[in-house]
């Protein structure tokens, strides 16, 4: 088993910062890729960002060139930095992490962008 535990959510005004981390713990040998998701009300889940253990990263449009994926190997941690946030980012924000074919969540933390 693997636990995800993020942090870092919170309220902030449009074109402010947030970042967000995540902490795995437990069996996480061998997790390939670990990524941010997000879902907001009434809209199905969608992938953020997601980074492979040497490093490569994937973005999807909506966070290219404002959001930042990155991971400390050594805390076993992995952050999201957005920046210039919009009130269209306004979702619950979910650590994953992909572990040879078993997907694992967190409880996800809160995303509000004010206008």
């Known amino acids: 088993q693997v636990q995800l535990v993020e942090s870092g959510g919170g309220l902030v005004q449009s074109g402010g910062s947030l970042r967000l981390s995540c902490a795995a713990s437990?069996?996480?040998?061998?997790?390939?890729?670990m990524g941010w998701y997000r879902q907001a009300p009434g809209k199905q889940r969608e992938l953020v960002a997601r980074?492979?253990?040497?490093?490569?990263?994937i973005y999807t449009n909506s966070a290219k060139g404002r959001f930042t994926i990155s991971r400390d190997n050594a805390k076993n941690t992995i952050y999201l930095q957005m920046n210039s946030l919009k009130p269209e980012d306004t979702a619950v924000y979910y650590c994953?992490?992909?572990?040879?074919?078993?997907?694992?969540w967190g409880q996800g933390t809160q995303v509000t962008v004010s206008s």
């Open positions: 437990g069996d996480i040998a061998s997790i390939n890729v």
């Open positions: 994953n992490a992909l572990k040879m074919v078993q997907n694992y």
């Open positions: 980074i492979t253990g040497s490093g490569q990263t």
